[in-house]
């Protein structure tokens, strides 16, 4: 069976920090490049933290990098960023950082270096250009918003 993927987009990284590994796959089919904190953290419940990675890329233009959270951490510690996900533009030369927020109640959470905080994606994205109109086309939602279909109440 021929393969309809297209060919990986590259992305140049510069390790800031040499020890830091560079972003990562975890398996073939993965969407998200997983990314390393480069520092011990320790967040208390409702803790947040900027979180450096040691690396920064360079995108080709027409792409963007979102700094997603790691659903495991999310389920097992309720570790969640506070920017979800968080927008890198094509062209940002700094280091990655990741805002991670600890939404535990009750329990504290421990990061050692090197450990996978967060993951990168990389994606097209369009560039609009924008025209002021007086009106805007109608449609069938309209001004429908926040529940408008039903289930829970409009507000
Ligand atoms: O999770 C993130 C989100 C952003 N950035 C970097 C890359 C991005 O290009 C830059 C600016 O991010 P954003 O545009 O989301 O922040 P802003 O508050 O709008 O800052 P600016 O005024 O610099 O655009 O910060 C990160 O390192 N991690
Ligand atoms: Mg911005």
């Known amino acids: 069976m021929s393969s309809t993927a297209r060919p990986p987009v590259d992305v140049l990284i510069r390790r800031l920090d040499p020890g830091m590994p560079m972003p990562a796959y975890a398996l073939p089919g993965d969407a998200g490049a997983d990314l390393c904190t480069a520092v011990d953290a320790e967040l208390e419940p409702g803790e947040r933290a900027v979180v450096p990675t040691g690396i920064s890329i360079a995108l080709p233009d027409g792409y963007a990098a979102f700094v997603h959270p790691r659903s495991g951490l999310a389920a097992r510690c309720g570790v969640a960023l506070v920017n979800a996900p968080g927008t890198v533009d094509a062209g940002y030369r700094g280091e ?24 990168l994606v990389i994606q097209q994205v369009e560039k609009a250009r924008f025209h002021e109109v007086a009106e805007l086309p109608g449609s069938a939602r309209a001004e429908g918003g926040f529940g408008s279909t039903g289930g829970h109440a409009a507000v």
Not at 101 to 112: A, H, M, Q, T, Y
């Open 96 to 119: 990655i950082k990741v805002i991670v927020v600890n939404l535990d109640p009750r329990e504290r959470v421990s990061f050692r270096r090197g450990d996978r905080i967060a993951q």
